[in-house]
Structure formats: structure tokens, C-alpha cells
């Protein structure tokens, strides 16, 4: 969500300074929740300012500098490592979803690619057999085999 800007965020506290309004009527003239005021009035008792806390969303990275030197090597060295190996080969705890975002974040794609060519196999059933409104399957006999007629074997 997009954050309210300073502006705003100041006119609301103007109109809670005069204590005339409760936070439900404040919210309700410049179209915020009762909870923005509330927020908004401990911020500024907290900090001293209500300016967005856009910087403090998040949890910082433990992959940066040195540990996204290993990673880059790691993953040239030996591109088909999975996540974990290439955590294990940076000597940093941090779990596979971590190293994940680190490539992403330093624009190194990482899709493993087949190691074999795919099969040449066709398909197995005929479309009609697909949508179970019956038809023969590619792997059934053709009518007019023996196990298949209906009248009886000579014998």
C-alpha cells in the first residue's frame, strides 16, 4: 500500500491537536481508519515525527559484500548447485528462500536446466479418449484383431 503522504499525515495530527475530535471523526473527515490516527499520534510521541517508516520494513540481508563475491563464484563454479549448497559454500547461516533473493537481487538467474534432452514419446491416447467420451487409446488393438471380435473363435 501507498504510503499517506507527509501533508496529510500533518492535518490529521492538527485537527487531534485541537481535542475537538475523537480519532474516529478525525479518520472519517480525511478518509483514514481510527487505527492511522492512533498510529500516527505514537509515532510522533515515539519519534518526534511522522514521517513514513518505509526503511524499516523488512528483515536486512545476511548476503552482501563479501558473502555475494562467494555466491557469484559459487554458482559459476558449479551452476547446477541447489540452494542449500550454495549457502553452504558461502560459510553463511541463512536458509535456501535467503540465497534466492540474494541471486535475484544481484540479477543472476537461477533455473536449473535439463542435463538430458527430453524424450521423443508421442502421446499415449487419442484426443477423443482425453475427454472420457471414449475412443480407442493408442495402445488398443484395431478392431479387427482376433481378441477383439465379437463372435466366436474357431477352434
Same mark, same amino acid.
Given at each position: ?20 475530535? %475523537? ?7 480525511? @478518509?483514514?481508519?481510527?487505527? $492511522?490516527?492512533? &498510529?500516527?499520534? /505514537? +509515532? ?31 554458482? %559459476? ?7 542449500? @549448497?550454495?549457502?553452504?559454500? $558461502?560459510?553463511? &547461516?541463512?536458509? /535456501? +528462500? ?58
Amino acid at each position: 500500500m501507498k504510503a499517506r503522504s507527509k501533508d496529510l499525515r500533518e492535518r490529521i495530527l492538527r485537527l487531534w491537536d485541537k481535542g475537538e475530535h %475523537t480519532r474516529e471523526e478525525v479518520g472519517k473527515r480525511y @478518509e483514514v481508519s481510527e487505527g $492511522m490516527v492512533k &498510529k500516527l499520534v /505514537a +509515532q510522533r510521541k515515539r519519534l518526534g515525527h511522522v514521517d513514513a517508516l518505509w526503511c524499516n520494513c523488512g528483515r536486512p540481508s545476511k548476503i552482501e559484500g563479501e558473502h555475494e563475491e562467494r555466491l557469484r563464484e559459487a554458482v %559459476t563454479g558449479k551452476p547446477d548447485a541447489t540452494l542449500a @549448497e550454495l549457502a553452504a559454500a $558461502m560459510a553463511v &547461516k541463512c536458509t /535456501a +528462500q535467503a540465497v534466492f533473493y540474494a541471486l535475484r537481487r544481484m540479477g543472476i538467474s537461477y533455473k536449473k536446466k535439463r542435463s538430458t534432452p527430453a524424450s521423443e514419446t508421442g502421446r499415449t491416447s487419442c484426443a477423443s479418449a482425453r475427454d472420457g467420451k471414449g475412443g480407442r487409446g493408442a495402445g488398443t488393438p484395431t478392431p479387427s484383431s482376433l481378441s477383439t471380435r465379437r463372435e466366436a473363435r474357431r477352434t
